[in-house]
């Protein structure tokens, strides 16, 4: 029955942000390279009747990238979205959105003009209901088609520049999977050739806020699909595990009891088909993953190669990057040395700091450790353990961010590995976000952990700090007015006092009441009591 009302509820909301949108994917717009669909609230592209945006140029970053990829104009996500669209919807104030009709993150109401804040938690910390109603909004993702957007099936040349469209429709959850597939895929050169060294997501700065930014959408993709405003991603503290603590059916899935690369029949996931995880397929074939399913999601945590994984993290490892000062370092890729973002990828030691190729640590232990879909990094995100990570993942980060308060000109301007300066856009996003949007602090971005806002120093700074400086600046005032007030209040009981007195005098001794008082007395003493 929840379920059925969730179905139901999906055709009152309209999705704003993400990968094609199914508006932008005919040949009249490929060929045009415009992307500026109508807002339904007027009719009008971008909004722009109601004032929320316009269609306007795409101008990209002209900051030099690393020497990593030696090739120009063979990868449709090379100065993205330029290969596609050059026209998009530039959004105005707080609007947001391929078509300006969404609120930008921490915004909301009709104007977007109410700030919102909402809190990530702790898994363990749901209640049964509020845990599975989580599961209950993976599984209507999963089941249903995304009436906004398509996915691409072939590379833009492949489509014969756009006049010939090859897009297929694909569910909300899967949507998402295929973005992480599309990021991190390998170039298509000529021939048969690959290229393998690239990945706009991974292995370079641009790995923290990009997650972020997924991780965001997602949470969007939800509160529209099920109306609830409210809902957040949940987290898993991985920190000190022993073993996968969720790998349970009442959480994300046991282990089959015959098979122990398959999920438990009990789990809600047994019957999920993975997309996205044969990429020596299509790269042999030059071809684009195309959603089409793949079997099912495979997991077996525990039995890998402990020689490169070892074990899970620790507290002290996280600590320890914590501690690193700088974000980025040296050629800013996986082989970079004291760099933070090196370091909690995985990719640098979390004991000193220094590159190993040998190891697979932090992030990448977590993924390594679940042998299994989530140990491919392009099909990784079919796990649904992969949203609870990355968001323990990108708590640390924002960890980092509110310890060391850093300029936005720390994030490397040039330089970087293609796609992860900061100037540079989003593959494969659309509308159109930097790297370096979103190089800031969480609660800039509308959310928080539970577990940050019970160790953040600067919420007493932040919040009950103020509140104590306004009373430090007006307490004398309040102490004067206190003493007047009780100076009145002691003289109007004095002459209430001797008033009754003399009074009492005048009557009679055998007339004295003392348990009643006449009209006139108790309205006296009434307006004393409101004074």
């Not at 993400?18 to 500026?36: D, I, M, Q, T």
């Not at 641009?206 to 930014?213: N, T």
Request: glycine residues 6%.
């Amino acid at each position: 029955m929840f379920l059925a009302v969730l179905y139901c509820l999906l055709w009152s909301f309209q999705i704003s942000d993400g990968h094609f949108p199914r508006a932008c994917a005919s040949s009249k717009n490929l060929l045009a390279k415009e992307c500026c669909p109508p807002w339904m609230g007027d009719g009008s592209p971008c909004g722009q009747l109601s004032g929320r945006g316009s269609c306007q140029d795409i101008l990209l970053s002209s900051a030099p990238s690393g020497p990593q990829f030696p090739f120009k104009g063979v990868d449709d996500r090379e100065s993205w979205p330029s290969v596609f669209y050059n026209r998009t919807c530039q959004c105005t104030g707080n609007f947001m959105g391929f078509n300006c009709g969404n609120c930008k993150f921490g915004f909301g109401g009709p104007n977007c003009t109410e700030k919102r804040l909402l809190i990530r938690r702790n898994i363990f910390d749901l209640s049964v209901s509020e845990k599975n109603k989580f599961f209950s909004y993976l599984t209507l993702a999963k089941h249903t088609i995304s009436s906004v957007y398509v996915i691409p099936t072939g590379t833009y040349g492949q489509m014969n520049n756009g006049s010939t469209p090859m897009f297929n429709d694909i569910n909300m959850y899967d949507l998402f999977v295929w973005m992480h597939y599309y990021v991190s895929r390998d170039t298509l050169l000529e021939g048969s050739e690959i290229w393998r060294d690239i990945d706009f997501a991974h292995e370079a700065p641009g790995f923290l806020p990009w997650h972020r930014l997924f991780l965001l959408l997602w949470e969007q993709e939800i509160r529209e699909l099920t109306g609830d405003e409210n809902f957040t991603i949940p987290y898993w503290d991985w920190r000190d595990a022993e073993n996968c603590e969720i790998c349970t059916d009442e959480y994300l899935g046991g282990r089959h009891p015959e098979n122990p690369n398959l999920l438990s029949p009990a789990s809600f996931f047994s019957s999920w088909q993975i997309i996205c995880s044969r990429s020596e397929e299509y790269n042999s074939h030059q071809v684009l993953c195309d959603g089409t399913p793949e079997g099912p999601l495979l997991r077996n945590p525990g039995n890998h190669d402990k020689a490169k994984t070892p074990r899970l993290p620790s507290s002290a490892d996280v600590e320890f990057c914590l501690s690193l000062t700088q974000y980025e370092s040296g050629s800013m890729d996986r082989t970079a040395n004291f760099s933070f973002r090196n370091t909690l990828e995985g990719f640098a030691s979390p004991l000193t700091g220094i590159a190993d190729p040998s190891q697979s640590s932090m992030h990448n232990a977590l993924h390594i450790f679940m042998n299994g879909t989530m140990s491919q990094v392009q099909g990784s995100a079919n796990d649904p353990i992969f949203l609870l990570h990355h968001a323990f993942v990108d708590s640390i980060f924002e960890q980092w961010l509110r310890r060391h308060r850093p300029l936005l000109e720390v994030y490397p301007e040039a330089n970087a590995p293609i796609g992860h300066n900061r100037d540079s856009y989003m593959v494969p996003f659309i509308p159109l976000y930097r790297n370096g949007d979103f190089f800031i602090t969480s609660k800039d971005l509308g959310y928080d952990y539970s577990y940050l806002q019970e160790s953040d120093p600067g919420f007493y700074r932040n919040y009950i700090e103020p509140y104590l400086e306004q009373a430090s600046r007006i307490w004398p005032w309040l102490l004067g007015a206190a003493l007047v007030g009780a100076v009145i209040a002691a003289a109007l009981s004095g002459l209430s006092s001797r008033l009754c007195h003399q009074k009492k005098k005048k009557q009679p001794q055998e007339e004295r009441q003392p348990l009643l008082m006449d009209k006139d007395d108790y309205h006296s003493l009434l307006y004393q009591s409101h004074l």
